[in-house]
């Protein structure tokens, strides 16, 4: 049941070591809210009295997004590797040209932060 799958993804766990209390919670959120609403966007295909959910017409342009990858093939982590080997540069370029420049403590903290998510992105998509 799709109620039970989000549920123990959402709760890091097993369908099966679910409580009822946090199956009836995803339950009622989605046969309320989500699906409707992913319904109206043609992003599923929701019918309430069968209580089946399909993928929509416009579920394929969602779920290019939902893997990661634009495409289904682009992996976003070389973008961002991109990103802070320019950003790597303009600061060399800085420090060097205008070495009493103030903003050489936040360009390294953004580079970090790129750098790390760089990282991890890879990582994942090694696995």
């Known amino acids: 049941m799709l109620a039970e799958q989000v549920a123990a993804w959402e709760n890091d766990t097993t369908p099966d ?3 009822e209390q946090q199956r009836k919670r995803v339950y009622v959120s989605l046969h309320q809210s989500h699906l409707p ?3 109206d966007l043609d992003i599923v295909e929701f019918d309430r009295e069968a209580a089946t959910v399909s993928l929509g017409s416009a579920g394929d342009d969602v779920l290019r ?5 634009s ?5 976003w982590y070389r973008y961002y590797a991109a990103i802070a080997l320019t950003g790597a540069t303009l600061l060399a370029a800085q420090v060097t040209l205008l070495p009493s420049a103030s903003s050489a403590p936040i360009t390294v903290a953004v580079l970090v ?4 998510c760089t990282a991890l992105y890879w990582a994942c998509d090694s696995s």
Do not use: H, I
């Open 17 to 19: 070591a679910l409580r």
């Open 37 to 39: 609403k992913m319904d």
């Open 65 to 69: 997004y939902v893997d990661g990858k």
């Open 71 to 75: 495409d289904g093939t682009r992996a």
């Open 113 to 116: 932060a790129v750098g790390a």
